[in-house]
Nanobody, 121 residues
Framework: QVQLVESGGGLVQAGGSLRLSCVVS????????MGWFRQAPGKEREFVVG??????DYADSVRGRFTISRDNAKNTVYLQMNSLKPEDTAVYYC????????????????WGQGTQVTVSS
């Protein structure tokens, strides 16, 4: 069974930065593509960024401000978020799937519990 645990969320002022972490249990972390999604109140869960072994793709809304990385030795994927805006406020989820990364919620088999990010204006 694969388990994902996010951390690093919190309250930050607009223009600030946060780094989210997602630790994945299991010994085959390197086989998984990882994604970060977010869900604001009253809205659907949306794709933020996905990463496979050597490539990543970002939603237009975060490109240039957010950076995803992974450390296979630590079974961890990170999301560095800079220049945060109030509209980035949401619960952020990491997700894992075998195969190439995807921008669709339904394509991911495993999900973390989420971590709240709140950006004040």
């Amino acid at each position: 069974q694969v388990q994902l645990v996010e951390s690093g969320g919190g309250l930050v002022q607009a223009g600030g930065s946060l780094r989210l972490s997602c630790v994945v249990s299991g010994r085959t972390f390197s086989s998984y593509s990882m994604g970060w999604f977010r869900q604001a109140p009253g809205k659907e869960r949306e794709f933020v960024v996905g990463i496979s072994r050597a490539s990543a793709d970002y939603a237009d809304s975060v490109r240039g401000r957010f950076t995803i990385s992974r450390d296979n030795a630590k079974n961890t994927v990170y999301l560095q978020m800079n220049s945060l805006k109030p509209e980035d406020t949401a619960v952020y989820y990491c997700a894992a799937r075998l195969g190439y990364y995807s921008g669709y919620v339904a394509d991911y088999e495993y999900w973390g519990q989420g971590t709240q990010v709140t950006v004040s204006s």
